[in-house]
């Protein structure tokens, strides 16, 4: 059975758990960090991870407070690509969504996840694959927009 789209009501929440659970779909698993509280939410990601068919981390611009939107064009246009991939795979998925900041504060060449010698940043939005305490995918900035290429990353290709 599908459930008709319904949007700026008080039940869209429950109409996607309801779609979700008649789709056999997982729920996303969701965390939310930035550079200040990073090390605290990533400890607790990877100890979540195990539990997880897919464990993903997307590095995102912060909103802009006056426009609610990213100061970042690219992570306007990627961030709903990405969710709807995640969120409809029928694999258990957890995000930790990674806001970088301010554009002065990403635009510093030696903001911290420029320079970790793990993740080395070079744009935003960067979407990667974490598996058993590495890196196992990424997508940069210019190609995390690309369904193809998210499925491809999903599916661990």
Known sequence: MRIPEATGTAFDSLLKVVRREG?????????????????????????????????FIVFLADKDPSTNLSWCPDCVRAEPVIYKKLESS????ALLKAYVGDRPT????????????????????????????????????????????????????
């Open 23 to 55: 789709d056999k779909k997982m729920p996303m698993n969701t965390l939310e960090a930035t550079v200040s509280t990073f090390d605290g939410v990533f400890e607790k990601f990877t100890s979540e991870s195990p539990k997880h068919k897919a464990n």
């Open 90 to 93: 029928q694999d258990d998925v």
């Open 106 to 157: 990403w635009r510093n060449p030696q903001h911290p996840w420029r320079i970790d010698s793990i993740f080395k940043l070079k744009g935003v939005p960067t979407l990667v694959r974490w598996e058993n305490g590495a890196i196992k995918g990424r997508l940069e900035d210019h190609e995390a927009h690309l369904e193809h290429k998210i499925d491809a990353l999903l599916s661990g290709k």
